[in-house]
């Protein structure tokens, strides 16, 4: 007879071998290198859906959204969920648009694994770049698919430098195409030696041999790449020195490994749109990707103490909300379970709002459509309906085991526009609208500009406000004038002062102010540091404590424009006290108000953003592109040529992209095309801009 403790134990395993077959990942890449198209066919492939979704068509499931199907590119992150081979496949497909880069922060923070496509023409495209990088700060283990091989100028062995150059990591290549360009028709598995062959128009490989052609190059191929496993881990080294070759059990093991660890990256290829080398990177995902059980336990703190939650369907119920889609008829809540289990009708304790939430149902995400579910547990990411405080970044937890989680970062907006209603009947409708923009996307700020009392609207970009303020007519039924964009200015220190005495000194009847404070101010490469030298306790720690958030208060306007103040540190050198008369308030007051006329002595530098642009244009325009980009006072850092076509990389100030790409449309003959990546900020012309 079982026991109710072996039945415990048996019902445990249970749980942890269903977290072990789950796969949480994401689709990255750079805009057009085809992650939509890699997401369809992997749906198509797993039987989730039954005909090709095509982006040039507007029909796949993914890309539901109106703007993303009118513009051919992919703006919101969306979830879906698929089986292959007895796993269950939870994929997020990410925007690859610099301008909705937070989407992908947000989803890369949820994330266990990722598959990062690149075009087998271009390389690793300039948000190529940013995307690993975020996974990257993330650590996230990534497999990279090297897609579009049947094009024109295709070639793997470039791809695969360009991610060695400029991504650094190990690329680990575990096959060998099979044809060129338009003749691309298989793959050689190089871990097992066989041929995978796509016929014209068939869904499946035939596996075969392989062909006698490629036999002396998949042989050096598969042993370089047995050298580089060597090279990279212990054991699989142990093997090679002894018996001179590894076997395809203990390369794949250690291809897994180095994988999760970071150390390497699988590197397959094939051609999504052709629907062939989408069944070995299912494979891939399932064989080296990690599941829930394969990464560390999530970290979380509350009143101060750290805690954390394995994945673990028993354990206390841990959740973190990632994405918010805030509509007239209610709220969807994309969270990602790291612990214990949720069921319709629980309660739940959300952490950031200090309150108790009741889930109303549960969801099972395939896009814009959705299948109830009775629960979710551990590794899971649900939709849940009925939660009315949770934000993205919100930790949901059980009420008897509070946690807050990290959440996601959120992008600081660089671009601004004024908007309004065009009609008094819509401008009731307008701040409501707004409010739930900013509600699902956190990198939206909705502010009122003291002086002219305008509505201001700041994002990532042009695209970004272009796309909301599309969003408000169509999703909220308002229309709107947008104002012309206006950049996000900072103010830096070129030139500090020192010893600026500032002394506080208030009375007004009753207890008076007083705080005297000497401050010294010079520059810092990046950021705010603040620094006490006081000594002999001539100003008290807790009142240097009030000084210090006075002189953040003091950051939030400069004195060249008011715009925001970065790259200096403060130290508090001197000070004294009154008796009576002294307090955190005042010091907090001296601090903020001897900061601001310690700028004003100072010789400030106004800061722009700036961008770097990667145009790529036919070789007989590059002279007028170049000359364009010296107008707009860009700076060019690098030129190659590639299939016929010069790429050019500059750095531009983000305010003299706008409208650039009409200009280059018009300079090409529509050939160009351009993509940015922010860079930071740099020293502006003297003139000051407007507020």
């Not at 298989?186 to 869904?203: E, K, N, P, S, T």
């Not at 404070?517 to 009142?543: I, K, M, T, W």
């Amino acid at each position: 007879m079982i026991s109710d403790h072996q039945k415990g134990q048996r019902a445990v395993r249970t749980n942890l071998d269903s977290l072990a077959v789950v796969r949480n990942l994401g689709i990255l890449a750079h805009v057009d290198a085809g992650k939509t198209t890699v997401t369809e066919r992997i749906l198509y492939a797993t039987g989730t859906t039954h005909r090709r979704g095509e982006v040039h068509d507007g029909t796949t499931v993914t890309d539901f959204d109106p703007q993303e199907r009118d513009r051919g590119i992919t703006i919101f992150a969306a979830a879906v969920s698929c089986a292959w081979d007895g796993h269950r496949i939870n994929l997020i497909d990410t925007p690859g648009h610099v301008d909705f880069a937070d989407e992908v922060e947000r989803s890369l923070r949820v994330l266990d694994g990722a598959v990062a496509v690149f075009d087998a023409v271009a390389g690793v495209e300039p948000q190529s770049e940013s995307v690993w990088r975020q996974a990257d700060r993330h650590g996230v283990p990534r497999i990279a698919f090297v897609n579009k091989l049947d094009r024109a100028g295709a070639d793997l062995d470039a791809a695969v430098a360009s991610i060695r150059d400029r991504l650094h990591p190990a690329p680990l290549v575990v096959q060998l195409p099979i044809g060129a360009e338009d003749g691309f028709r298989g793959v050689v598995d190089l871990v097992r030696m066989r041929a995978l062959v796509w016929a014209d128009g068939a869904d499946t490989a035939v596996e075969g041999p392989v062909p006698e052609e490629l036999l002396a190059e998949a042989a050096r191929r598969r042993r370089l790449l047995e050298e580089a496993v060597a090279e990279l881990h212990a054991g699989a080294l142990e093997e090679f020195c002894l018996d001179g070759a590894l076997a395809p059990e203990t390369l794949a093991a250690a291809l897994r490994e180095l994988t999760r660890s970071g150390e390497g990256v699988v590197v397959l290829c094939g051609s999504a749109y052709r629907n062939r080398g989408i069944e070995p990177l299912l494979d891939a995902v399932v064989a080296y990707l990690p599941s829930p059980l394969d990464v560390p336990a999530v970290q979380g703190t509350f009143d101060g103490t750290e805690q954390e939650r394995a994945a673990d369907p028993a354990a206390p119920f841990a959740a973190l909300a990632f994405k918010v889609n805030a509509t007239p008829t209610g709220r969807l809540t994309y969270v990602r379970v790291y612990s214990g289990t949720i069921e319709k009708g629980d309660a739940v304790w959300d952490a950031g709002a200090r309150r108790t939430e009741r889930i109303g149902r549960i969801l099972r995400v395939q896009a814009d459509r959705h299948a109830q579910v009775d629960r979710a547990v551990a590794g899971d990411i649900v939709a849940v309906v009925g939660l009315k405080s949770a934000r993205a970044g919100s930790t949901l937890c059980a009420p008897g085991a509070p946690i807050v989680l990290e959440p996601p970062g959120v992008a600081e907006p660089v671009v601004s526009v004024a908007v309004e209603a065009r009609s008094s009947t819509d401008a009731d409708k307008l701040a409501a609208a707004l409010a739930r923009l900013a509600e699902e996307d956190p990198s939206l700020v909705v502010r009122t500009d003291p002086e002219t009392g305008q509505t201001v609207l700041s994002g990532m970009g042009e695209l970004h406000l272009e796309v909301a303020a599309e969003k408000l007519r169509r999703a909220h039924g308002v229309e709107v004038n947008v104002g012309r964009p206006r950049v996000s200015y900072r103010e830096t220190v070129g030139r500090g002062v020192s010893g600026l005495v500032f002394r506080h000194v208030k009375q007004d009847g009753g207890a008076g102010q007083f705080a005297h404070v000497v401050l010294d101010v010079e520059a810092l490469e990046a950021g705010f540091e603040f620094r006490s030298a006081v000594v002999g306790g001539r100003v008290p720690q807790e009142y240097v404590r009030a000084v210090e958030a006075g002189c953040r208060d003091a950051l939030a306007e400069g004195p060249l424009g008011g715009h925001p103040v970065t790259g200096l540190r403060v130290t508090l050198t001197d000070g004294a006290t009154h008796v009576k008369d002294s307090s955190e308030t005042a010091f907090r007051t001296a601090g903020r108000l001897g900061l601001r006329e310690a700028l004003r002595a100072c010789t400030m530098v106004l800061l722009e953003p700036v961008v770097e642009v990667t145009v790529t244009v036919p070789e007989d325009a590059v002279g007028g592109v170049l000359g364009d980009l010296a107008a707009r006072r860009g700076r060019v850092s690098g030129s190659t040529t590639r299939g016929g076509a010069a790429i050019v990389t500059a750095t531009v100030p983000l305010s003299e992209l706008f409208g650039y790409a009409t200009r280059l449309r018009s300079r090409t003959q529509g050939r160009g095309t351009f993509t940015t990546r922010p860079t930071g900020y740099a020293p502006a012309p003297t003139v000051t801009p407007a507020r």
